[in-house]
Structures are given as structure tokens and as C-alpha cells.
């Protein structure tokens, strides 16, 4: 398994943007596809978006719009592009591979061989 870390979380106000980058400690080319999760205050985890080896992206339908999500193989990166932000993005945002994962199935939440990262916090005032 590949260890993920999470960065560029922060405080912003409503409307503006944050860019959220996710590093892995190996190759990701292999691992089919890689998502990003939130858990707000108080709820559970909850689906934001996917994308495939290959590109293909999924976005819970909250999002879709604002939200682009993007990977970079070469690097071992991949990155959510957050804009229009409101005070409902508030969660903290985690990163997860999934080497048998699907742009649907991912949707439900990664499968059990799946890694996680620790999660960035991100809060939008009002």
C-alpha cells in the first residue's frame, strides 16, 4: 500500500478557493482509481470526488461545478481545486487509492485495500 499525505487545507471565506494536493510515498500509476472524502462536523463521511488511471472523474452532485479533481502520475500527486467555496465544504477533506476501485464504486467508499490519508482541515466562514 502506498502512504498518502494531505496538504493545503486552511481557513478561507465564502466564495473563495483552496487547492488541496494529495502525495503518495510510491508509484500510482498502477492504482486504478483515487478519490477525495470529507467528513464534516459532527457527520460522517461522505463522497466528493474520483478519478481514474486514465483520468475519468466522478463528483458528488454538491460539488460538481465547483470542484475539479486531478492527478499527476509522473509525480504521485493528486490535487482538488476547490472553488466558490461555502460554509457547507467545511469537513475535514481526506484522500484515499484504491487499486480495484471504480469511478461508481468509489462513490459507496473505497474497498478494504484501500490507503487513507491522515485528512487536512478545511473551514469556510461566512
Known amino acids: 500500500q502506498v502512504q498518502l499525505v494531505e496538504s493545503g487545507g486552511g481557513l478561507v471565506q465564502a466564495g473563495g478557493s483552496l487547492r488541496l494536493s494529495c502525495v503518495a510515498s510510491?508509484?500510482?500509476?498502477?492504482?486504478?482509481?483515487m478519490g477525495w472524502y470529507r467528513q464534516p462536523p459532527g457527520k460522517h463521511r461522505e463522497f466528493a470526488a474520483a478519478i481514474t488511471s486514465g483520468g475519468n472523474t466522478n463528483y458528488a452532485d454538491s460539488v460538481k461545478g465547483r470542484f475539479a479533481i486531478s492527478r499527476d502520475n509522473g509525480k504521485n500527486m493528486m490535487y482538488l481545486q476547490m472553488n466558490r467555496l461555502k460554509p457547507e465544504d467545511t469537513a475535514v477533506y481526506f484522500c484515499a487509492a484504491d487499486r480495484v476501485g471504480t469511478l461508481v464504486s468509489m462513490r459507496s467508499g473505497p474497498s478494504e485495500l484501500a490507503s487513507w490519508g491522515q485528512g487536512t482541515q478545511v473551514t469556510v466562514s461566512s
Open positions: 510510491g508509484s500510482i500509476f498502477s492504482i486504478a482509481t
